[in-house]
Nanobody, 131 residues
Framework: QVQLVESGGGSVQAGGSLTLSCVAS????????MGWFRQVPGKEREGVATIASGGSVAFYVDSVKGRFTISQDNAKNTLYLRMNSLKPEDTGMYYC????????????????????????WGQGTQVTVSS
């Protein structure tokens, strides 16, 4: 059974840091693409950071570049999102996702519909940043 379990969310003040973790019980093929997505009420789900093939390629949405780092530990089947210098606009529900694609570039293509690549989703972890 495929399972993605996130943890590490919480409430912090602006300027603070959090590290999200996602333990994945997914076979390697089904997790060739992995990523973190953010959902805010009233807005579309947004790809925050995605990664492919063990870190060979990564994507960050412009608003988090230089502040967030996505990484993975294959030995622990865990995906991470280190978030520094948090801002109130980073507030949202963060979801871990895993999937596969015929081309590595699809994993990190922000113009792709997420559900076309990412077939497995976690339950989400809430991040709240106060000013």
């Amino acid at each position: 059974q495929v399972q993605l379990v996130e943890s590490g969310g919480g409430s912090v003040q602006a300027g603070g840091s959090l590290t999200l973790s996602c333990v994945a019980s997914v076979d390697r093929y089904s997790s060739a693409c992995m990523g973190w997505f953010r959902q805010v009420p009233g807005k579309e789900r947004e790809g925050v950071a995605t990664i492919a093939s063990g870190g060979s390629v990564a994507f960050y949405v412009d608003s988090v570049k230089g502040r967030f780092t996505i990484s993975q530990d294959n030995a622990k089947n865990t995906l991470y999102l280190r978030m520094n210098s948090l801002k109130p606009e980073d507030t949202g529900m963060y979801y871990c996702a895993a999937g596969s694609a015929p081309f590595v570039s699809w994993c990190v293509d922000p113009h792709r519909i997420p559900d076309d690549v990412y077939k497995y989703w976690g339950q989400g972890t809430q991040v709240t940043v106060s000013s």
